[in-house]
């Protein structure tokens, strides 16, 4: 499945040249989301085979391109008018990656044995089931009767107009199954974040990954979505956050497969530090450089200068008290490490007995790290 993904992936490439369409753009995208994924899923499914998380997130990766190319494909045969065979096969095989890549938020409710939580939560995970086969029965029996009719009309993607009507009735089923998949998915989410709050230990930690990766995934859509109607530099930077929805998998992967675990808490509290210290920057940048040019009337240019050199003076205080303040709240043992060994240094200061500084030294890197054993070795001249 792997494999058929980067080929899947690379035949994008001819295709999107062939259907007209700007093809390294959309390629690059494809590659940067849909690759990963599959890589993500198979890393999984390899190392944990028992774990169902791995086959959900390597099988959208593959639905996905599989129907994107297939759209493709049936744009080149009806829209440009190329006498390519099986396009009506082409045209049903675009219609079965929207149900498939419904199955993947079952991985959250899984995470991260690829067991349900409890044994209530089945009937849900069956009605889950069905809806994901009750949306694919939907969106072939509204495409069925028009690929049958023979008056095909797709869009540059190979997508059918007909569901572009917003009064049909796929548009109206299509509504409440929608709503249904939304209510399942913030379930999942509220019984992952339950699970979180009475987590302790290892467990706590892959949760944080999950936690973390859904939070970045659904800030990169949001951000995507609302750049996406956009020209220049808007369109490139929806691109780019769209490729931050790898993030999800990325978190699921790391925390089943507990690789670097515990560094969670430290991307927590980086990321959290360094997004606020830019927001602000950001904001003292904007500010000085309208109170500069619009109230004191100050040259542009010279605004500017003044403006990047007050905001670049002020990183390092602003990141230290902000770093300070996250790791006081978010990383709580890296601050209290780091006080810890702040009064170990300012006690050193004054100490004048070789055998109370080692038994200070020892307690202090016992308290700051925890380890298993803690030898002190000592040369006396």
């Known amino acids: 499945m792997g494999t058929l993904v980067v080929l ?18 959309s390629a690059i ?18 190392r944990r085979p028992g774990n169902a998380i791995g086959w959900l997130i390597v099988t959208p990766a593959l639905c996905f391109l599989l129907g994107t190319d297939a759209g493709l494909y049936g744009a080149i045969r009806y829209r440009l008018g190329y006498g390519l065979p099986a396009g009506q096969a082409a045209l049903l095989l675009y219609q079965a990656w929207l149900p498939a890549v419904a199955l993947f938020p079952l991985a959250i409710l899984l995470f991260p044995e690829g067991r349900l939580p409890s044994p209530r939560w089945r009937p849900v995970l069956w009605f889950y089931l069905g809806l994901c086969g009750v949306l694919l029965a939907v969106v072939v029996a509204g495409a069925l009767p028009v690929i049958l009719d023979g008056h095909i009309q797709v869009d540059p993607s190979g997508q059918l107009l007909v569901f572009d009507h917003p009064h049909g009735w796929v548009s ?11 209510g399942c998915w913030l379930a999942f989410v509220a019984a992952q974040v339950r699970a979180w709050r009475r987590a302790r230990g290892e467990r706590r930690q892959q949760l944080k990954w999950l ?15 609302g750049l996406g109607g956009e020209e220049g530099s808007a369109k490139a930077l929806s691109d780019v956050f769209a490729v931050g929805i790898i993030a999800l998998p990325a978190g ?16 927590i509290s980086r990321t959290l530090a360094y ?17 500069a040019t619009q109230v004191m009337r100050v040259h542009s240019s010279v605004a500017v200068a003044v403006s990047t050199l007050a905001a670049a003076a002020l990183f390092s205080p602003l990141r230290r ?16 490490a780091d006080q810890a ?28 790290l925890e380890p298993a054993h803690i030898s002190v070795w000592i040369s006396r001249r």
Not at 211 to 225: D, E, H, R
Not at 256 to 261: A, D, E, G, S
Not at 275 to 281: D, E, N, P, Q
Request: glycine share 6%; with cysteine.
């Open 172 to 182: 109206r089923t299509q509504l409440p199954i929608f709503a249904a998949f939304t």
């Open 275 to 291: 997004g606020i210290v830019t927001g602000l920057l950001v904001g003292v940048y904007a500010g000085l450089v309208l109170l």
């Open 211 to 225: 936690i973390a990766g859904a939070t970045v995934c659904l800030a990169c859509t949001a951000a995507s979505i």
């Open 29 to 46: 995208q494809a590659l940067a989301i849909a690759v990963p994924f599959a890589a993500i899923g198979v890393l999984v499914a390899r």
């Open 8 to 25: 899947l992936a690379a035949a994008r490439i001819p295709l999107l040249a062939a259907s007209h369409q700007d093809s390294l753009a």
């Open 252 to 267: 699921i992967g790391v925390g089943i497969l507990k690789y670097r675990l515990y560094d969670i808490d430290r991307i």
């Open 321 to 336: 008290r902000v770093q300070h303040a996250v790791d006081r709240r978010f990383n709580r043992s890296r601050y209290d």
């Open 341 to 368: 060994v702040a009064a170990f240094a300012d006690r050193l200061k004054e100490a004048v007995d070789l055998d109370s500084v080692r038994d200070d030294l020892a307690g202090v890197v016992q308290h700051a």
